[in-house]
């Protein structure tokens, strides 16, 4: 008999144990991934639908030239959008105004009538529910049509004003539907334990309901802000003299041909997007952890 304790140590490390359940499902796939996959090309030619035109856009804004050719590389465009670009700016500045006002807006709104629909019985509940998602389901040409009717019945001059009330009332289903979702995952228990322990109405939802579906608000009041910030059909029919925005801004040029200080504009504004997406999901994904 062997008593090599050396020995026993190696015949033991020889010895092959059966593969885990978890080991074996990682083996099959990874051999599964040498195979042909319709739903992976699938998603792989989306992806490329989707982002090669913004690659396209990017590197057209480093283009010495303005024709679709690429003459070499140059900063001329960047130049004209920072300093010679005035207008764009202006009616940048008109688009961010309406979007982040009217995202606040439907947020407060969109966010009562999600904790009003979710927790309270009343007469009616299942209409209001109803008509709260038509803004969002009817095409945006009604919708600024009927904004523009509505507005010449009282007479309310066009400008940023109407602007902003057809953009919160476009945004509002956004922001109601997301902080709905994030109610129907809500423990009711905390609220009968905030009663419990003498916290009044006002107290459990400023310090109880508010804070435990703010990932879903601030989901909602971004959203808003990014419909607010692209949208043009509604826009195009609301706006008056003096109330230009971006996205009827960037129409008017491009009806004489594409300007290159509008690609560099893209890039800018892919930048800046990015850049809060991954910020807003840092700080969003603390506050679900803190919670």
Same mark, same amino acid.
């Given at each position: 008999?062997?008593?090599?304790?050396?020995?026993?140590? #190696?015949?033991?490390?020889?010895?092959?144990?059966?593969?885990?359940?978890?080991?074996?499902?990682?083996?099959?796939?990874?051999?599964?991934?040498?195979?042909?996959?319709?739903?992976?090309?699938?998603?792989?030619?989306?992806?490329?639908?989707?982002?090669?035109?913004?690659?396209?856009?990017?590197?057209?804004? =480093?283009?010495?030239?303005?024709?679709?050719?690429?003459?070499?590389?140059?900063?001329?465009?960047?130049?004209?959008?920072?300093?010679?670009?005035?207008?764009?700016?202006?009616?940048?500045?008109?688009?961010?105004?309406?979007?982040?006002?009217?995202?606040?807006?439907?947020?407060?709104?969109?966010?009562?009538?999600?904790?009003?629909?979710?927790?309270?019985?009343?007469?009616?509940?299942?209409?209001?529910?109803?008509?709260? =998602?038509?803004?969002?389901?009817?095409?945006?040409?009604?919708?600024?049509?009927?904004?523009?009717?509505?507005?010449?019945?009282?007479?309310?001059?066009?400008?940023?004003?109407?602007?902003?009330?057809?953009?919160?009332?476009?945004?509002?289903?956004?922001?109601?539907?997301?902080?709905?979702?994030?109610?129907?995952?809500?423990?009711?228990?905390?609220?009968?334990?905030?009663?419990?322990?003498?916290?009044?109405?006002?107290?459990?939802?400023?310090?109880? #309901?508010?804070?435990?579906?703010?990932?879903?608000?601030?989901?909602?009041?971004?959203?808003?802000?990014?419909?607010?910030?692209?949208?043009?059909?509604?826009?195009?029919?609301?706006?008056?003299?003096?109330?230009?925005?971006?996205?009827?801004?960037?129409?008017?040029?491009?009806?004489?041909?594409?300007?290159?200080?509008?690609?560099?504009?893209?890039?800018?504004?892919?930048?800046?997007?990015?850049?809060?997406?991954?910020?807003?999901?840092? =700080?969003?994904?603390?506050?679900?952890?803190?919670?």
């Amino acid at each position: 008999m062997n008593t090599n304790p050396f020995r026993q140590m #190696i015949n033991r490390l020889n010895v092959k144990r059966p593969a885990s359940e978890p080991a074996r499902h990682a083996r099959r796939a990874f051999q599964r991934k040498s195979t042909f996959s319709f739903s992976f090309t699938v998603l792989v030619l989306t992806l490329v639908f989707l982002f090669l035109p913004l690659f396209v856009i990017i590197a057209y804004s =480093f283009n010495a030239g303005k024709s679709s050719t690429f003459t070499g590389f140059s900063l001329e465009w960047y130049k004209k959008l920072f300093f010679d670009s005035e207008p764009l700016w202006a009616a940048l500045l008109n688009s961010l105004i309406v979007a982040f006002s009217s995202a606040a807006l439907a947020t407060v709104l969109g966010t009562l009538a999600a904790i009003g629909i979710s927790w309270y019985k009343f007469k009616g509940k299942a209409y209001i529910q109803t008509v709260t =998602f038509l803004p969002m389901v009817l095409p945006e040409v009604i919708v600024g049509v009927s904004m523009l009717i509505f507005f010449s019945g009282i007479k309310l001059p066009l400008g940023l004003f109407s602007i902003f009330v057809a953009h919160t009332t476009f945004c509002l289903p956004f922001v109601f539907l997301m902080v709905l979702a994030r109610l129907d995952e809500f423990d009711f228990s905390i609220i009968e334990a905030s009663h419990d322990l003498g916290a009044t109405e006002k107290q459990t939802m400023n310090k109880v #309901i508010i804070p435990a579906i703010f990932p879903g608000i601030m989901s909602g009041f971004m959203m808003a802000v990014t419909m607010s910030l692209e949208d043009f059909v509604i826009t195009f029919f609301v706006s008056g003299p003096g109330s230009t925005t971006l996205p009827l801004y960037v129409y008017s040029m491009i009806r004489f041909g594409v300007s290159p200080v509008i690609n560099a504009l893209s890039f800018v504004m892919i930048l800046a997007t990015v850049l809060i997406a991954f910020t807003l999901r840092k =700080f969003l994904k603390n506050i679900a952890a803190a919670k």
